[in-house]
């Protein structure tokens, strides 16, 4: 009995393997999978096999290759897309030595293991289990149901998504790279971010000649100076302004202006929140029109606009926002490529803008747009060795929030820079989205992440600081993201056809059935789940 039992495992140990070696498969793809990724790559590798051998070797040769070349890059950059394709195209020698110096020699032992394993598949491949030459047909139907099911799990949910996305404001592409089968979407992907990267700087190249739509009825600008600063990952409540226990805020938390403890970003992630927080989307407006936005609604107004940006300028995540900038008057960018294409110190946006300002004209109005870094993932890496650092809970929780304490010494410097040019001024925060926790069971591994659950991924500091501020006014005032275009014309004192409608931003009345994106679909704000700091202690 125990006899037959391995003869049996001998003659389908090629295959036991081969089920092994599309697990790591799964594991080395830089893209996502699902729990039935596995399965159905090694019903692809089954089915090469039963084509032909030389095309299985050839196939399988080239995905070993391939991943794992780009497995020691993924581990820094992540999934590929078209802000590391500028940063291989567009980068120097000096640049391309940085690019590489981030990947680490301990990130080659996964590949090499891999291709040692692949090694041994193709040494048993001798060994596999193979029926008569003559294929019958239950062995057709048995093929032909295989490959069915490898279809359906490689297209159903590209399928999905772009069905879906008929019904938002930005339609989905129809692609392969947004398969769950990940050693397939890793190729698709290559394939997207290479177009991706050349239609994202065309559409950067047409922004800068870009002809404002919008219709003004008036303008009449309070101040000469306007700055919106657009943070990033910063949770409100982690703000010693907004109730935090430990002093992160400690410029906000005295300054005079006005603060709202109400303010609900539009998405949980930057692209989204950004895509309905700065470009006009109208009631009635089935898709986006991204010429109506807050730099072509300044410059309608003919007031001189900067954009000052530590973000990427091309990039999956990154041209929604840079291809406004684009649009700016004087756009300045301190990387060529993806936001995480380098780390460069939000006070160097600081240095820009003191640039920026000797250069302006007397006589017209500013916006300054400032797009920072602030408290990005790798919270660490938002820190220099000069910046003051917090203690909290462990290594990643305390760079967090002196990341926040960072962000608001910079926004200290911004009003103190204004206020030396003896001219009027009016600045607006507000970061893109909130975070929430993961790893709470555990003190010393609790960090924060992108998520879409819970209030506090919305949740976000939003304040007005200016000149002519003489009491500090805290209000907790319901207020959505999606209607901040009617507050930055408000601001400006910008009135147009296209926002012509009993609004007030900065009043007291709270926006009703405030609904947020989640990624997939509008739902409600309130409906959202609790995820407060208190819950960790």
């Known amino acids: 009995m125990l006899k037959r039992f391995f003869k049996y495992l ?46 299985f ?49 301990s990130n080659l032992f996964f590949p090499l293991f891999f291709i040692f394993c692949f090694f041994i598949l193709i040494r048993l491949k001798k060994y596999r289990y193979t029926h008569k030459r003559n294929v019958d047909k239950k062995q057709k139907i048995l093929h032909f149901a295989l490959f069915f099911t490898f279809v359906l799990s490689a297209t159903w949910v590209p399928v999905k998504l772009y069905l879906d996305s008929q019904e938002m404001v930005e339609e989905r592409k129809l692609t392969l ?26 559409a950067l190249e047409n922004a800068v000649t870009l002809i404002s739509p919008w219709n003004v009825i ?47 970003s539009a998405a949980p992630a930057t692209y989204h929140s950004l895509l309905h927080t700065l470009y006009f ?16 609604l300044a410059k309608a107004a003919n007031i001189h606009t900067s954009w000052i940006s530590n973000q990427g300028s091309i990039g999956k995540y990154d041209t ?31 240095d820009i803008l003191s640039e920026e300002l000797t250069k302006q004209s007397n006589n017209k109005t500013n916006l300054y747009v400032i797009h920072l870094m602030g408290s990005h993932n790798k919270f660490c890496d938002r820190l220099m060795e000069r910046d ?38 009016s600045l607006i925060y507000f970061s893109d989205h909130g975070l929430s926790h993961i790893d709470k069971e555990d003190l010393t591994q609790i960090s924060l992440d992108h998520g879409a659950k819970y209030k506090q991924n919305y949740e976000v500091p939003f304040v007005k600081l200016s000149s002519d501020d003489s009491v500090r006014i805290e209000v907790d005032v319901k207020r959505s993201a999606f209607n901040f275009i009617y507050g930055f014309a408000q601001w400006l004192g910008i009135e147009t056809e296209e926002l012509n409608k009993p609004y007030d931003f900065f009043s007291d009345q709270e926006d009703k059935n405030i609904k947020v994106f989640n990624f997939e679909k509008m739902v409600s704000f309130d409906e959202l789940e609790d995820d407060p700091i208190l819950d960790i202690y």
Request: charged residues 20%; proline residues 2%.
């Open 10 to 55: 001998n003659h389908r140990i090629f295959y036991i393997w081969l089920l092994f070696f599309s697990f790591l498969s799964a594991m080395i793809s830089s893209e996502d999978g699902t729990y039935y990724t596995v399965f159905a790559i090694f019903i692809f590798y089954y089915l090469l096999l039963v084509i032909n051998d030389k095309l």
């Open 57 to 105: 070797l050839y196939v399988t040769t080239f995905i070993v290759i391939t991943l794992s070349l780009y497995y020691p890059v993924s581990l820094s950059y992540g999934s590929l897309n078209s802000g590391i394709v500028a940063a291989l195209l567009e980068t120097n020698i000096q640049e391309s030595i940085a690019f590489l110096d981030k990947v680490k020699l």
């Open 177 to 202: 790279a947004n398969s769950p089968v990940n050693i397939l979407s890793f190729y698709f992907n290559i394939y997207d971010s290479f177009n991706d990267y050349y239609d994202e700087k065309k």
């Open 218 to 264: 008036s303008s009449n600008p309070k101040y000469k100076n306007y700055i919106l600063v657009i943070g990033e990952s910063a949770r409100r409540d982690y703000l010693s302004t907004y109730g935090f226990k430990l002093n992160t805020s400690p410029f906000l938390d005295k300054t005079k202006g006005y603060i709202n403890r109400g303010y609900v």
């Open 281 to 296: 989307i109208s009631e009635n407006q089935k898709k986006i029109d991204y010429s109506y936005n807050i730099i072509t």
């Open 320 to 350: 929604i926002s840079s291809r406004i900038g684009m649009s700016s008057d004087s756009a300045i960018f301190t990387k060529k490529a993806g936001f995480n294409m380098g780390n460069v110190d939000d006070s160097r946006l600081f």
């Open 388 to 425: 003051e650092k917090i203690a909290f809970l462990n290594e990643k929780m305390g760079c967090y929030i002196s990341s926040i304490l960072k962000t608001d010494k910079l926004l200290e410097s911004i009003i103190e820079l204004f206020q030396s040019k003896q001219e009027s001024y």
